[in-house]
């Protein structure tokens, strides 16, 4: 089945075309067709395209919307300037899986879009504004412009995390809140937690109830997610993805009343005070620089600037403080997995968030550390009784998986 996997942003739309089927799923021989990203939708944007491991190519055009970004990928695709052989008229897309940012308490699994389904994700609107609209817009121009026979699957970033327990996902507000406005943790991510739980136990031959790990998703959102029996029993993003890890641009936990605080001080409306912490905080605000870790890395070898180091300072600390309560949460923990841009290619942040954590069983071997970038590898010390893994994360074949299996009425192994 050649599966087109869209990740639909409010001004960017990614997307990959992964060839995959039962067998395929089975042997581990699911095919990459095509990969890209359209950015600056809404005038003239930029169409990055890359057939298989060929030079990428980069296009441009004047793409109005999401239909438009579409409409004009999956026609550059069959044409024959794309060099995609497998791909000759959209017929031959067989379905197309959607990342859904919140699937609310409605959405355990991923699931076949029919029109309960995306009326389910509109109603979720409500719980994730920015993101939920553009990817009921993807599914909206998929299904205008495949038809609505072309099956569509929503995978849902919450899903994984619907397993985790009241004590874990309530906060300790009047309970009414939850009854009136389903205020709880929902976790995001998922898609990636649970494909790095995923690899953990293929590389390590377990099964899925015997997966009791920390993975930390550290791209340019980080989250943490403690899995004890191959389920998620808790995560370091909530309701929405502001709490937990400092991130790019977000600041993670903090104090709620600093949010009245920054508004009477500063003048700021709630909304605005939510676009701070969102946009202008984490990394970026800190360093004042970027919100680039590989950036700010040079940066600090080269001029060893005080507020870059303290960026990077109080963004391990943090991922060291959700792995400490984790491994309390879970009562321990076999293995740590990082993944996320950070995650697979920062040695250095790896060995900062695991430094002095000894005493938890958790040692790095420095040179396998250093050795694995952008690869999967075990980076710990032979004597760690807690491992470490680096596991690069992979949601667009997790999604294209899903989606088989979803259309074939088969269950989720993972
Ligand atoms: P997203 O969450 O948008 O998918 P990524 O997972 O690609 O983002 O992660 C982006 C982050 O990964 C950026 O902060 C980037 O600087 C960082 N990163 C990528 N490569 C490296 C590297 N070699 N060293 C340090 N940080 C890196």
Redesign the pocket.
């Known amino acids: 089945m050649n599966v087109l996997v869209l990740n639909s942003g409010s001004s960017s739309l990614k997307f990959q075309v992964i060839a995959t089927d039962r067998d395929r799923i089975r042997d581990h021989k699911d095919d990459r067709i095509c990969r890209g990203e359209v950015e600056g939708m809404g005038g003239e944007a930029i169409i990055r395209f890359q057939h298989r491991d060929e030079r990428s190519q980069t296009l441009t055009a004047s793409l109005r919307d999401i239909a438009a970004a579409l409409e004009y990928l999956v026609r550059y695709i069959a044409s024959e300037r794309s060099g995609v052989s497998e791909i000759k008229t959209t017929a031959d897309f067989n379905a197309v899986g959607h990342r859904v940012v919140h699937g609310g308490e409605m959405f355990k699994e991923s699931a076949l879009i029919d029109d309960k389904v995306l009326q389910g994700i509109e109603d979720c609107i409500d719980l994730a504004p920015l993101h939920n609209p553009n990817n009921v817009k993807g599914i909206q121009a998929a299904r205008e412009l495949f038809g609505k026979d072309l099956p569509q699957v929503a995978v849902f970033d919450t899903a994984f995390h619907s397993s985790i327990p009241e004590q874990a996902y309530l906060y300790a507000l009047p309970y009414h809140l939850y009854r009136r406005h389903r205020i709880r943790r929902y976790g995001f991510h998922g898609t990636s937690h649970r494909y790095v739980a995923f690899r953990y136990r293929v590389l390590r031959g377990l099964t899925r109830e015997h997966t009791n790990i920390i993975t930390l998703h550290?791209?340019?959102?980080c989250s943490a997610a403690a899995i004890k029996g191959g389920s998620s029993v808790d995560t370091s993003m909530g309701m929405t993805p502001l709490e937990g890890l400092v991130m790019?641009t977000r600041s993670g936990d903090l104090d709620p009343a600093i949010v009245s605080v920054i508004a009477r001080k500063e003048g700021l409306s709630s909304s605005e005070v939510d676009t701070l912490l969102n946009t202008q905080s984490g990394?970026l605000g800190v360093s004042g620089l970027t919100?680039?870790?590989?950036?700010l890395?040079a940066e600090l070898k080269e001029h060893d600037d005080r507020r870059v180091r303290l960026a990077i300072e109080i963004f391990c600390y943090r991922a060291r403080k959700y792995i400490g309560a984790f491994l309390a949460s879970m009562g321990g923990a076999d293995a740590i997995v990082f993944t996320?841009?950070?995650g697979e290619?920062?040695p250095d942040?790896r060995a900062r968030i695991c430094a002095g954590m000894e005493w938890a069983g958790i040692r790095l071997d420095p040179q396998k550390n250093q050795d694995t970038?952008g690869r999967e590898g075990k980076i710990c010390a032979e004597d760690s009784r807690v491992l470490v893994y680096a596991i690069p994360t992979d949601e667009e074949l997790l999604i294209a998986r899903d989606t088989v299996r979803v259309i074939l009425g088969e269950p989720h192994p993972s």
């Open positions: 550290l791209g340019n959102g790019g990394l919100n680039d870790m590989r950036e890395q996320g841009g950070i290619n920062s942040v970038v």
